[in-house]
């Protein structure tokens, strides 16, 4: 019986300890993390450091916000195609797009649509810079008049 007494104050104990440490630990990543003040009551201030970003003069931009658009070229099996896109930009970043196509056949009306379908999620929101278009749900050359499109509204737009 006093085994088992001496058992149970034994976990207590270990209970109590790991208590106190987990504390410490929380306290000390409370300090130093920045994420909140405890104030150390020597008088000082909690006041964070204030943090300077940059102005907007202070960012250079490559390319001037505005709305965009342009042709793009490319070469079908079939038939030369042609594509048109509009982009918005804001900061170097493309915030919204609009594809058009002018297909000849219906095989290059199918691709263009399943490009239609997925171009987007891969162009908003990204740095215009950063787009790469290659296969768009499995279409491979729609990608390749978008990219042409691109590049003359990358001219347009340059600051």
């Known amino acids: 019986m006093e085994d088992q007494n001496n058992s149970k104050s034994f976990i207590k104990y270990i209970g109590g300890l790991l208590v106190v440490v987990l504390a410490l630990v929380g306290f000390y990543w409370l300090r130093n993390s920045g994420s909140a003040k405890i104030s150390d009551n020597t008088g000082g201030t909690d006041t964070p450091t204030p943090t300077v970003s940059p102005t907007p003069s202070a960012i250079i931009r490559k390319y001037k916000d505005g709305t965009y658009t342009a042709v793009g070229n490319y070469a079908e099996p ?3 195609e042609e594509v048109t896109i509009e982009l918005v930009i804001e900061g170097d ?3 919204s ?3 058009m196509g002018k297909p000849a056949n219906p095989t290059t009306k199918m691709m263009q649509g399943k490009f239609m379908e997925g171009f987007m ?3 908003v929101g990204k740095p215009i810079d950063e787009v790469n278009l290659t296969v768009v749900n499995g279409s ?3 990608p390749k008049g978008f990219m ?5 509204i990358k001219l347009q737009a340059k600051a």
């Open 78 to 80: 079939a038939s030369r």
């Open 140 to 142: 491979s050359l729609t």
């Open 148 to 152: 042409d499109a691109l590049e003359k």
């Open 121 to 123: 999620m891969m162009v």
């Open 97 to 99: 797009a609009k594809f």
């Open 93 to 95: 970043i493309i915030t």
